[in-house]
């Protein structure tokens, strides 16, 4: 595998449904992302985690919980959703949070019934 | 005023046509600038990054810098229809924090047509 992989690719759940995304990024970076993807929208950033360690919630709301357990992994926790949230989540990673260019996922794209 | 500001078009060029996608910002003090290219359904891939004011050249793909104008756009030339996608342009904001914070804009579609 190279670059940054996400499973599942695709995914529907219901509004009461526990789900989790993954991402696995194989550049050796330190920094990796999570994205929300709107129709019509811009890309909004979501979280952030720097060697480990979350440095960003854009307020998002606690229904998603991300978890970093090295800097290979991040992980989307998704429970009581709702169908607003339907959208194409991305993960990316950088060398290190800041300047560095972002490369991105394939993303998951995500249908809440 | 949005941190970052494209024409969401859609921008339609002849084939072998320059196509000049345009972005303006709002933080003085940003200094790192993205063009990225999204194809329908799929996840944003780099094309090219610039960090100084002036022009970088990359094939046929050039990114054209002017922070005193906050302006930032990419040439295509040549275009080819395989160029058709939306063309999203990001910035760092610095927005009071050590790191920045990546914000695109809402995307410029292209469309190339034969």
């Known amino acids: 595998e190279t670059g940054v992989t996400q499973t599942p690719r695709h995914l529907v759940m219901g509004m009461t449904n526990k789900k989790s995304l993954k991402c696995e990024q194989h550049l050796g970076h330190n920094a990796m992302y999570w994205y929300k993807q709107s129709a019509k929208k811009p890309l909004e950033l979501m979280f952030v985690?720097?060697?480990?360690?979350?440095?960003e919630n854009n307020s998002v709301p606690s229904r998603f919980s991300p978890e970093c357990p090295n800097s290979s992994h991040l992980f989307l926790h998704l429970h009581t959703l709702q169908p607003e949230d339907s959208a194409l989540y991305l993960c990316?990673?950088?060398?290190?949070?800041?300047?560095?260019?972002?490369?991105f996922g394939p993303g998951t794209r995500l249908l809440v019934l | 005023q949005k941190e970052v500001e494209q024409n969401s078009g859609p921008l339609s060029v002849p084939e072998g046509a320059i196509a000049s996608l345009n972005c303006t910002y709002s933080?003085?003090?940003?200094?790192?600038f993205f063009w990225y290219r999204q194809y329908s359904g799929k996840s944003p891939e780099l094309i090219m990054f610039i960090y100084s004011n002036g022009d970088k050249e990359d094939g046929r793909f050039t990114a054209q810098l002017n922070k005193a104008s906050q302006y930032v756009s990419l040439l295509i030339r040549d275009s080819q229809p395989s160029d058709s996608a939306t063309y999203l342009c990001?910035?760092?904001?610095?927005?009071?924090?050590?790191?920045?914070?990546?914000?695109f804009g809402q995307g410029t579609i292209l469309t190339v047509h034969p």
């Open positions: 933080d003085r003090g940003s200094q790192s």
């Open positions: 985690y720097n060697f480990k360690e979350q440095t």
């Open positions: 990001a910035v760092n904001i610095a927005g009071g924090t050590s790191y920045g914070k990546l914000t």
């Open positions: 990316a990673s950088s060398q290190r949070q800041g300047q560095e260019t972002q490369y």
